[in-house]
């Protein structure tokens, strides 16, 4: 069982920046960490996600603002948020996936990000 605790989530104003963190408690190599976030009434989306050779995927939505980064001796991974808009609000979940292609993965408890003024 890998416990993935979250952190670095909470309130900001339109334009500003937060960074979350996301720490995996195994020795395991895992393939895949990402990030995926709710919104009230809407499906599950991807953020974005990194493999451990540091290729990187991010949703169009995200593309320019936020940076995604892990640390592969810590098994931790990072999100970067700058310019958060309004939009950006949701419950942000920490994913990893051990095998590629496989069901081998785990969820966050999740963190709550919001963006207003």
């Known amino acids: 069982q890998v416990q993935l605790v979250e952190s670095g989530g909470g309130l900001v104003q339109p334009g500003g920046s937060l960074r979350l963190s996301c720490a995996a408690s195994?020795?395991?190599?895992?393939?895949?960490m990402g990030w995926y976030r709710q919104a009230p009434g809407k499906q599950r989306d991807l953020v974005a996600t990194?493999?451990?050779?540091?290729?990187?995927n991010y949703a169009d939505s995200v593309k320019g603002r936020f940076t995604i980064s892990r640390d592969n001796a810590k098994n931790t991974v990072y999100l970067q948020m700058h310019s958060l808009k309004p939009e950006d609000t949701a419950v942000y979940y920490c994913?990893?996936?051990?095998?590629?292609?496989?069901?081998?993965?785990?969820w966050g408890q999740g963190t709550q990000v919001t963006v207003s003024s």
């Open positions: 994913h990893v996936l051990v095998v590629p292609d496989s069901d081998w993965e785990y």
């Open positions: 195994t020795i395991l190599n895992i393939n895949s």
């Open positions: 990194i493999t451990s050779g540091g290729t990187t």
